[in-house]
């Protein structure tokens, strides 16, 4: 017998979870995604180079700019061009913004409720409404810096083959600096907070964590792809080592590395591969709370977003300290068929675009890969652990718990459904 | 004001907006938010007095669901292109429903998506659109307050373009750039063409705008209009069928 529980609760996308019932007691547990598929990569195809951006970007309301990045730097790749180091500055400037952004929608609206058991920010917000300020003071703060860029905050608009646009002028985005100490110490004061709070005791298992590097840098907007059990590959050879594979009992495409390891992407693989490349303030400070690597327990995530945020935002100030306006906003380039390959660090982790060009710049193939599809293997395993054996009466208390554990990982389903399975059970129970 | 905050097929940007407006919510007293699966986790499925959709409409499912929400609902207020006009994911409106589907997966595992991505207005009345992809958070206030208030909250139906002339804003079509402004409503403050570049339509078409006389200008300067459109998020709206797609 199957029992489809609830959808799923402040996680981007539409999933639920399905367990099935042998003799009184949960006997298989599996992730079900019922969000429609769009197609990306289908209408992409026949579609000019300059519009895959902004298409893509619309695959996710909250990490566009992560879209953006994958794939400008693709095209970029495939018809050569040098991204001067005063856009990619930019360009950096303006993912931390998504960054800090989309963690801190993360941390405090969608995972923060879980620790104090409540259904939402509102009720937090009764209880505690300081952590909530902070929480909207971080927000309009990405919110601005992502403008002054972007134009607006979801699906901005500046972002081209070649560079941006338009480049936005010293005196908009110097002006955000009377803000970010500010923000920065609110960041402190929330780590300080989160740090206190009670961590369920739990720990992944024999999972390789996977993240660019990218020398000095703590990696966002490009790389090599790391891997912990020591393997560092090109963007360009990412298929030859890992790939999708199906399961007869799940409805969802997991992502393996070849040798059969599994693994995952996001802030706990960036955390734990390249702790040494956060900045040496934010170091001290996540020793100070005891937020070291390596870190197994999937609760604690939200202590490392708000480490991020930290980095992020020591960062984006010293560049927008030194951020001198250049006219020429793009570079100069040929269009010409082959190619090419992005890979950055999306909020949730790696995020990989493949493009076949011809030679007038029309898409021949599209092929995407989001970091919630290869996060599969471990949320579904960690819902199992959850949930497998509980007899048939606790199910409804227990899913909670195991709701929480995939909040863990900040799915976003919407990214991973061109690319997931869809269940046919949904129909007549939602 | 019991409100409900519902996804269809879409990318979640527009209900984004909601977490924008966040903190004038929690401070009103007079807002219930009753639905709204991505902020919380204790949800009520009953009745209520607006329902905001976001999505379009591309599985039978999704086909029952918005009736129900109808019936359910004294207001519906269809918020983002994708929900006013069926999205960029009703690109695949004007190709091969096998071929996409075929680049996208191997197998045939989708017996209830439907080929085309359509408006909720195909399925249900509805009383409000908020346009954009996405919305503009300013509009959702604008509709709310207005509800409250008891009046009819307005809504901008005029072209880009003359926004871009308020902020003089040299004209891109004028200077050799393709813009959509001209049959385009404006919500964004004419966002693109103050950061140079052509408007690509993602508030979606005006009602009766002069759909022809730009396409013959387009035409003239060597631009493509159709596709121009058709990659603009909204190219299936009601607007633009039986003009432009016949
Ligand atoms: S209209 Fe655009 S922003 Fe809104 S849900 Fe659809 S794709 Fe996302
Ligand atoms: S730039 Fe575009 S929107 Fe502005 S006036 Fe010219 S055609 Fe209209
Ligand atoms: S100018 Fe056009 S494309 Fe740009 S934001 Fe406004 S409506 Fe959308």
């Known amino acids: 017998m199957e029992i489809k529980l609830n959808p799923l609760t402040r996680v981007e996308g539409e999933g639920r979870v399905i367990v099935s019932i042998k003799d009184g007691k949960v006997n298989d547990v599996f992730l079900n995604i019922f969000e429609p598929p769009r197609f990306f990569e289908g209408i992409l195809v026949g579609k000019n180079y300059d519009v895959a951006p902004d298409i893509t970007a619309r695959i996710c309301g909250i990490c566009p700019i992560a879209y953006q990045m994958s794939s400008v730097q693709a095209f970029e790749s495939a018809f050569g061009i040098d991204i001067p180091k005063e856009i990619e500055d930019l360009r950096r400037l303006f993912y931390y913004g ?35 300020k902070i929480a909207f003071n971080l927000k309009r703060f990405s919110s601005k810096l992502i403008e002054i860029i972007g134009g607006r905050v979801s699906h901005p608009v500046t972002a081209a083959v070649g560079g941006f646009y338009k480049t936005p002028e010293e005196n908009n985005l110097k002006e955000i ?21 009670n961590f369920p005791d739990y720990s992944i298992e024999n999972v390789l ?43 969802a495409k997991f992502s393996v590395k070849k040798d059969g390891k599994h693994y ?71 269009v010409k068929a082959g190619v090419g390959v992005g890979v950055s660090e999306a909020p949730r982790g790696i995020l990989w675009h493949r493009y076949v060009i011809s030679e007038t710049g029309r898409i021949l193939e599209a092929n995407i890969i989001p970091p919630t599809s290869q996060n599969q293997y471990i949320m579904e395993s960690d819902v199992k652990r959850k949930l497998l054996e509980v007899k048939e009466d606790e199910i409804r208390e227990r899913v909670l718990e195991a709701e929480k554990s995939i909040r863990n990982y900040d799915p976003c389903i919407s990214c991973a459904t061109h690319f997931l399975k869809v269940d046919k059970l949904y129909l007549n129970n939602r | 004001m019991k409100i409900g905050v519902f996804k269809f097929s879409s990318c979640d940007g527009c209900q984004l907006a909601f977490f924008d407006i966040a903190p004038e919510i929690i401070n009103s007293e007079y807002i219930e938010i009753s639905y709204f699966l991505e902020a919380t986790s204790f949800n009520i499925y009953d009745r209520f007095d607006v329902a905001f959709v976001e999505g379009s409409i591309s599985t039978r499912e999704e086909e ?22 069926g999205g960029i994911q009703s690109a695949r409106n004007f190709g091969n429903f096998e071929e996409i589907y075929s680049f996208t997966y191997r ?10 991505s359509k408006p909720i207005s195909d399925f249900v009345s509805v009383d409000y659109t908020v346009r954009g992809c996405p919305v503009n958070a300013e509009e959702i206030i604008e509709i709310i307050t207005s509800l409250l208030l008891n009046k009819t909250p307005h809504i901008n139906e005029s072209p880009v373009c003359i926004e871009c002339k ?28 103050s950061l140079n570049r052509g408007c690509y339509g993602c508030f979606g078409p005006i009602k009766g705008a002069n759909f022809e006389s730009l396409r013959d200008l387009f035409k003239e300067r060597g631009f493509n209009f159709e596709e121009l459109i058709k990659t603009g998020f909204n190219a299936y709206n009601p607007y633009f069928r039986g003009v432009i797609w016949r």
């Open chain 1, 98 to 132: 998504e960054w800090i952004q989309s963690h801190t929608l993360h941390i405090f609206f969608l995972h923060l409720p879980d620790f104090f058991n409540l259904p939402s920010i509102f009720e937090v917000n009764k209880i505690n409404p300081e952590i909530v």
């Open chain 1, 177 to 197: 600096l009377k803000d970010i100490n500010l923000v920065l110490e609110d960041t402190v004061k929330a780590i300080d907070y989160v740090s206190r709070l």
């Open chain 1, 209 to 251: 964590f996977v993240s660019l590097k990218d020398g000095d840098n703590y990696p966002i907007l490009k790389g090599d792809i790391y891997s912990s059990d020591g393997l560092t590959i090109k963007k360009e050879e990412f298929l030859e080592y890992f790939n999708e594979y199906e399961v007869p009992h799940s409805t």
């Open chain 1, 264 to 334: 995952i992407v996001g802030p706990i693989a960036r955390f734990n591969n390249t702790f040494d490349k956060l900045l040496p303030l934010v170091r001290e400070t996540a020793k100070k709370y005891s937020i070291t690597p390596p870190i197994y327990n999937p609760y604690r995530s939200i202590l490392i977003r708000l480490i991020e945020i930290l980095d992020c935002l020591y960062r984006s100030k010293s560049l927008i300290e030194n951020y001198r306006r250049i006219d020429k906003a793009t570079v100069d380039f040929e």
């Open chain 2, 64 to 85: 029952e669901r918005i009736k129900d929400i109808r019936d359910r609902s004294k207001i519906v207020v269809a918020i983002g292109a994708c929900a006013v006009s």
């Open chain 2, 107 to 116: 197998e045939n595992y989708f017996k209830d998506i439907n080929p085309l």
């Open chain 2, 166 to 193: 308020r902020k003089s804003i040299p004209c891109l079509l004028v200077m050799g750039s393709p813009c959509l402004g001209p049959i385009t409503v404006d919500g964004c403050g004419a966002l693109c063409p």
